[in-house]
């Protein structure tokens, strides 16, 4: 790559690329130089350069050169607290590996790699869950600086009590005219890249990877940011993979910043809980998203929309179009009932009957998804789980075609993470809860049950919903106290017993 004249190589500062020696320092010398100057770019040359957290500044770029790795180090005491945005709240936690607060014109690009060494920091999670104690003066510090928020907060996120609130590998907050292109981001000690406040931000040509069993180890979290452009990127994570946010209940209704105009094209997901998910931190609103030509592979979820009570908020205006998915566990969850996270000692969160609606009942609705293909699907075909107040609206799926596993043994799971739990095996779509549902030319091969199953679901459109293979004395639709259902096809005027509805 040519470089102006404005570049500033962190080796000229002393820095030392034999993966033992500490060059904080000398990396902080160069960003520092870059800066006063006016601007420029930083480069990092091939080597293994351990450092401590790296901050930068406005109109920098910092680039890494093919064979480089900032390796990170897992020393906590290196990290001192800082103000962000942990797990949709505002607070202070431990400073991010990466980081940058404020700025405009910055960068990060090249060939090179960012590892956040997080095995020490996901060893800690691991004692937290399994009941035990953690202390250190770096989380008393922090528990002394968000005490307030610490009393005024019911949650049920493993790290509160202690104030192990690790860092994510990459932040920028509230920032402008962000770019992140090329690099590889792998081993975050938390979410790998957060992006939070960011306005006209691209990601382009990213690799994304923790371990599968990272904790908490989501790919790319979008949260209250504006114009967004995610493209040709890849994913292979312990959790989430690209995952949009907005804030967790009263704090992020609060500060009331939606995530908005976000266009994700061209990107591949291997593994993880979700390709492409929106909440469960959704309280400041989620819309005007379009998401196109991506591949999920392996992933449990792939279309997934999750939130609760808690929440509030709103997801809605929702374009995915020319998806495919192959050995997913649900490639569509749409669940307003989502388990984690809620007050459990509130009968009116954990109701499974109506309750009125509230600042905190979640509105989803608007969603559009096309030409989807999905083989090898274990659990469900689609699961759409609504609140009895406030159902899902105006979901349209048309020219999508789901095949479920044949494999007998094949066990299934959770389509989502509902209240009561729902396991389900090679079953077909599932909508509770639901209103305005329309289905055009759609094709689920279940192994077992119905194509579409419907309960308490209200103006239900179907054209052309059709099985490959029909089962013995089972319908291809399935509905309960289902108000309104319209049926249209040729497999409709075929079949005898097409449509089965209880009371």
Known sequence: ?????????????????????????????????????????????????????????????????????????????????????????????????????????????????????????????????????????????????????????????????????????????????????????????????????????????????????????DGLDIDSCTNVRVSDCCFDVGDDCLCLKSGINEDGRRVGRPTENVTVTNCTMLHGHGGIVFGSENSGGIRNVTVSNCQFIGTDRGIRIKTNRMRGGYIRHLLLNNIYMEDVLCPLAINAFYRHGVDESDPLIIAEEAVPVTEKTPIVEHVRISNVTATGCRAAAGFIYGLPEMPIRDVVLSDVSIAMSRDAAEAGGEPDMVRPTLVMAGAGIYAQYAEGLELYRVQVDTRQGPALTLKETANTAIHHLSMKRLHPDTPVVAAERAKEVHIEGRQAAQHPRYLLERE
């Not at 797990?87 to 700025?103: A, M």
């Not at 770096?138 to 609130?165: C, G, M, P, Y």
């Open 1 to 217: 790559m040519c470089f102006s004249l404005a570049h500033y190589a962190i080796t000229d500062f002393g820095a030392i690329g034999d993966g033992t020696t500490l060059n904080t320092d000398a990396i902080a010398a160069a960003i520092e130089q870059c800066a006063s100057a006016g601007g420029g770019t930083v480069v990092v040359p091939a080597g293994r350069f351990l450092t401590g957290p790296v901050r930068l500044q406005s109109r920098i770029t910092l680039y890494l050169e093919a064979g480089a790795v900032l390796l990170f180090s897992d020393d906590f005491s290196h990290y001192p607290p800082v103000w962000t945005r942990w797990s949709g709240y505002e607070c202070h936690g431990f400073t991010p590996l990466l980081f940058g607060s404020g700025l405009t014109q910055v960068s990060v690009k090249g060939e090179g790699c960012l590892d956040g060494q997080g095995h020490a920091w996901w060893a800690v999670n691991q004692r937290l869950r399994r009941g035990e104690r953690y202390r250190s003066p770096q989380t008393d510090l922090l528990a002394k600086l968000n005490e307030q928020l610490i009393h005024a907060v019911a949650t049920n996120i493993v790290e509160w009590d202690s104030q192990f609130l690790r860092p994510p590998l990459l932040q920028f907050l509230d920032c402008r005219h962000v770019k992140i292109e090329g690099v590889t981001l792998r081993n975050s000690p938390f979410w790998n890249t957060h992006l939070v406040y960011c306005q006209d931000v691209q990601v382009r040509g990213v690799r994304f990877q923790n371990p599968s069993d990272t904790p908490n180890g």
